[in-house]
């Protein structure tokens, strides 16, 4: 069976190998072959990482965790690889396992090493980590994005690689579309990808702001998906009055009014009909105003 039929089913069918992990423990320890393939040990500081990894977040607490339980009882299942430049090999899965084998001190780590093309190369580290949930929703959402951009793979196509329906593909992909700040708050742990969802229903500008609200009140999906759906029903804002044109005559002898009373003055309304309002800020410029136009003030 080629590499590619085996990508859509199953990390054991992706590895090449159908026994149990004590199998694999066996292979690399008397040098057996895996399938077609050879079980090496190979040294962990020629392994680089995937540069393609869709994961971007490893948990401190987990990683200690599995290094743990590698100390204890080794690694149970091979991480897979491909030759790089100058002696060195470039993980495709298994990164958990590596960073954590590092962190547990060992010097060598059980591998498969495959050719493989960039495509495969994709679809395997994106596959081993949807089967092991250990994707984000937006982690997700990018990985599927970026292999049908590079690949040219429509959503149909994608969701047969992945195991997954056309609408779950679809779902995942439109959470690209949340500001990147509630982007974030996801993969942060901060919002469930169910609260992303619900948020989507809301206005885009209104987003963020409701984002927001749900994690400083803690509210549920349920409680997310209501206030979504009042921010999409309300009404629009009243646009704002339009200011009405000022008559360019009209603000020339407004000018001219404030030069000749030494004083602030409004001109408001057309040349047939308005309002002429002059401010006064002391009685003497009351008495002052009054005798510039024509009074006299006891």
């Known amino acids: 069976m080629s590499a590619q039929k085996r990508l859509g089913k199953g990390l054991g069918a992706l590895l090449g190998d159908t ?28 392994i680089d990482p995937n540069p393609d990894q869709p994961r971007r977040i490893f948990e401190e607490e987990a990683l200690q965790e599995l290094a743990a339980s ?9 991480i897979l690889v491909i030759r ?38 994709m679809e395997a580290a994106l596959i081993e980590n949807l089967q092991r949930s250990d994707l984000n929703p937006i982690e997700e959402a990018r990985a ?3 292999l049908m951009q590079q690949h040219g793979f429509t959503q149909e196509t994608v969701a047969v690689r992945v195991g997954k329906s056309r609408p779950a593909v679809a779902n995942m992909l439109r959470l690209l579309a ?20 619900a948020i989507l229903m809301a206005p885009a500008n209104k987003q963020l702001a409701l984002a927001e609200e749900v994690i400083d009140k803690g509210l549920s999906v349920r409680q997310t998906e209501k206030l979504a759906q009042q921010l999409k029903n309300a ?37 047939q009909r308005g309002k002429l309002t002059i401010e006064y800020f002391s009685r003497e410029e009351l008495e002052r105003l009054y005798e510039l136009l024509g009074g006299q003030m006891d």
Request: glycine share 10%; charged share 20%.
């Open 144 to 146: 599927i994005s970026l």
């Open 70 to 78: 590698i100390k204890e009882h080794g690694v149970l299942q091979p």
């Open 235 to 271: 009404p629009a804002a009243p646009a704002p009055a339009p200011t009405p044109a000022v008559d360019a005559d009209l603000k020339a002898a407004e000018r001219a009014l404030q030069r000749a009373l030494g004083t602030k003055v409004l001109l408001r309304g057309t040349s």
């Open 178 to 197: 949340l500001p990147e700040e509630v982007q974030n708050a996801v993969q942060q742990g901060l919002l469930s990808g169910g609260h992303a969802r």
């Open 19 to 46: 026994g149990t992990e004590s199998d694999l423990v066996a292979r690399v320890t008397t040098g057996l072959n895996a399938g077609e393939e050879r079980v090496q040990s190979i040294p962990i500081n020629q």
């Open 84 to 121: 790089a430049q100058g002696g060195r090999y470039t993980l495709v899965a298994g990164e958990r396992r590596w960073r954590a084998s590092r962190m547990a001190g060992l010097k060598q780590i059980p591998a498969i090493c495959r050719d493989m093309s960039e495509q495969q190369r």
